[in-house]
């Protein structure tokens, strides 16, 4: 089963260009911005074996392969929202980023970089 989209993909994309377009961005675009590409991520990678978490805006498990049923899964990916943006719009590459101590990800199957990137922004609005 797809997963539910919760952001208007237009919105979601929107908030993405304002995000990126803002040496500080509105807490609303990161938020909206970062639930539009974690949704993303699910719908282009489904599966439950690795769990994507941007605290405080939102996780998602992803992925296919065997799936965890209790506890913490054993392939967690956690990073900030602004390192979330970046690499989701192919302005960080994964393996910098994993370098760089932006993105902890912990078990086999935890490297997203197949995966990424997963969109890229158009212009900001006016």
Same mark, same amino acid.
């Given at each position: 089963?797809?997963?539910?989209?919760?952001? /208007?993909?237009?919105?979601?994309?929107?908030?993405?260009?304002?995000a990126l377009g803002a040496d500080?961005?509105?807490?609303? /675009? =990161?938020r909206d911005a970062t639930r539009?590409?974690? #949704?993303? =991520?699910?719908?282009?990678?489904?599966?439950?074996?690795?769990?994507?978490?941007?605290?405080?805006?939102?996780?998602?498990?992803?992925?296919?392969?065997?799936?965890?049923?209790?506890?913490? %899964? %054993?392939?967690?990916? #956690?990073? /900030?929202?602004?390192?979330?943006? $970046?690499? $989701?719009?192919?302005?960080?590459?994964?393996?910098?980023?994993?370098?760089?101590?932006?993105?902890?990800?912990?078990? #086999?199957? $935890?490297?997203?970089?197949?995966?990424?990137?997963?969109?890229?922004?158009?212009?900001?609005?006016?």
């Amino acid at each position: 089963m797809p997963a539910r989209r919760r952001t /208007d993909p237009a919105e979601g994309r929107a908030a993405l260009g304002r995000a990126l377009g803002a040496d500080e961005p509105a807490r609303s /675009d =990161l938020r909206d911005a970062t639930r539009f590409l974690l #949704e993303e =991520l699910a719908a282009r990678a489904p599966g439950r074996t690795v769990e994507v978490r941007v605290p405080p805006f939102g996780a998602v498990q992803c992925v296919a392969g065997p799936r965890h049923t209790r506890g913490t %899964p %054993p392939n967690v990916v #956690e990073t /900030d929202a602004p390192t979330w943006l $970046a690499l $989701a719009s192919g302005r960080l590459e994964w393996a910098a980023a994993v370098a760089q101590g932006r993105v902890r990800a912990s078990g #086999e199957r $935890a490297d997203l970089s197949e995966h990424l990137p997963l969109a890229r922004p158009g212009p900001a609005p006016e």
